[in-house]
């Protein structure tokens, strides 16, 4: 009978297949991670470095241009003017770009020619510009690790809101201060900054202006479009837009609080102070998103941003759309509740920014319905401010001559209202609310962007009791 035989095994070879340890293959891998954290590590510090400078020379050119202006207050207002006329520059980035002839375009894209206020330049009323004490060369300077050029604009201003005692289209006078940077911290930024000031000559004012306060001087309150709902209580706090997202519906009051779809929700506010820019030395920022990307409302391609409505089941302006989706036919913002009897004197400029979707070439016409929201408790009458010119309740408007929608690019359209004076109440809200009318758009094609520090569309309203901004 045969036994079973133990092997014996190799002692030297189980010490070597037990030897713990790494191959050659685990280092390389191990070095390869240990290179890839290190990058990334470093590519994290970069971009702080990067952006605490970016934010360091924002703030050196805007003091640097907030100073220039405070020098040029102290220059009498007849000498307030260029010595010559500034060169022209066919780089975008120099703000010289915006120099065309005897023009200067206050719009950093090219847009928004006045005429320059130059020695040598023509007068309202006959005689030349004289004295004119302010060189528009750039001037070097250096500060710390920040250098760059500061350039000088002084251009005409026709004041609107000034009929009686400002005739002509030189009522005052627009002081523009750029400081251009030698070297962005981030490619692709736009490599300057900019203050516009208002300059008035004191004597014509101390003699033809009236005080503010009710029965005083006219002067314009401006109110921004934004894309936040309005608070119950107290001041709106403007939120951050950071995506695309539902269309707000703002058929309800501000007690209704932010709903979307059919559930009725408050309006989004006015708000008296523009939309800030974090970004102002990247023209590329901040971005554009959709204020409306329900399934209703988007296009193929989706290319739309900003709000898109519908038009109205029938032809005309209503204030109380019928039919689906009502709250897609019509938007509406108001103010904060008032603090103070806010009196309007009977003019109005709305201000928007549009174009057609996928760049379509269409008709279209839109209504604006300005009105006065009184509410006591849950009840909320809003009272519509009548067309001087027609007696609607509504405001139109469409292209001159019948000419087809702004395509292309987000154009600023601009409407005038005349109303009969009206003052409100403490604790009223002023509103405005915009539609599409079915009888000269020939399909849901529109979008209108607001609430974007390049395309603020906003509502100007004649006062004499100003709020403020």
């Not at 990058?39 to 924002?58: G, P």
């Not at 330049?121 to 300077?141: E, I, K, M, R």
């Not at 026709?158 to 002081?175: E, H, I, M, W, Y």
């Not at 706090?237 to 929700?265: E, F, K, P």
Request: net charge negative; proline share 7%; aromatic share 8%.
């Amino acid at each position: 009978m045969k036994t079973a035989t133990n092997k014996r095994r190799n002692p030297r070879l189980t010490r070597v297949r037990d030897e713990s340890g790494m191959t050659v293959f685990e280092v390389l891998v191990a070095a390869i991670i240990l290179v890839i954290g290190a990058l990334a590590t470093f590519q994290i510090f970069d971009a702080a470095a990067r952006n605490k400078y970016r934010t360091e020379q924002r703030q050196v050119g805007l003091d640097r241009a907030q100073r220039e202006i405070e020098k040029l207050r102290d220059i009498p207002y007849a000498q307030l003017a260029l010595s010559t006329y500034p060169s022209s520059s066919s780089n975008v980035k120099d703000p010289r770009y915006r120099v065309h002839g005897t023009d200067f375009a206050l719009n950093a894209n090219g847009s928004g020619d006045e005429a320059m206020v130059v020695n040598g330049g023509s007068l309202y009323g006959g005689g030349l510009v004289v004295g004119g004490t302010v060189d528009p060369a750039p001037q070097h300077f250096v500060s710390g690790d920040v250098s760059g050029d500061v350039f000088r604009f002084i251009v005409w201003i026709d004041d609107p809101n000034c009929f009686a005692t400002c005739p002509g289209s030189q009522d005052l006078k627009r002081v523009v201060v750029v400081v251009k940077l030698d070297a962005p911290a981030q490619t692709g930024q736009r490599s300057y900054v900019e203050t516009q000031s208002d300059f008035v000559d004191p004597k014509e004012t101390a003699l033809s202006d009236l005080p503010a306060g009710p029965n005083g001087a006219v002067t314009a309150q401006q109110f921004y479009l934004s894309d936040t709902v309005c608070p119950v209580a107290g001041a709106t706090n403007r939120a951050n837009i950071t995506a695309d997202h539902l269309l707000h519906n703002t058929m309800g009051s501000c007690l209704s609080g932010l709903h979307t779809g059919t559930t009725t929700g408050a309006p989004d506010a006015l708000l008296t102070s523009s939309p800030p820019d974090p970004f102002p030395l990247d023209t590329t920022l901040p971005a554009s998103f959709d204020y409306a990307n329900d399934a209703i409302l988007e296009p193929s391609p989706n290319t739309d941003k900003g709000l898109q409505l519908l038009r109205q089941d029938s032809n005309g302006c209503s204030y109380s759309p019928a039919g689906a989706n009502p709250q897609a036919k019509i938007h509406r913002w108001v103010t904060d509740a008032l603090p103070l009897a806010f009196s309007m004197s009977g003019n109005a400029t709305f201000e928007f920014y549009t174009q057609t979707i996928n760049d379509a070439v269409m008709d279209g016409k839109v209504c604006v319905y300005l009105f006065v929201r009184n509410q006591v408790g849950p009840v909320v009458t809003d009272t519509r401010l009548l067309d001087s010119g027609t007696g609607n309740a509504y405001f139109t408007y469409s292209p001159v001559g019948g000419g087809n929608w702004p395509s292309g690019a987000w154009t600023k359209v601009r409407l005038n209202m005349q109303f009969p004076p009206t003052t409100t109440l403490i604790g009223q809200r002023v509103g405005v609310a915009l539609s599409v009318d079915r009888s000269e758009t020939a399909t849901d094609g529109l979008q209108f962007l607001y609430d974007h520090p390049d395309d603020p569309s906003r509502l100007e309203v004649d006062t004499t009791t100003p709020l403020g901004g």
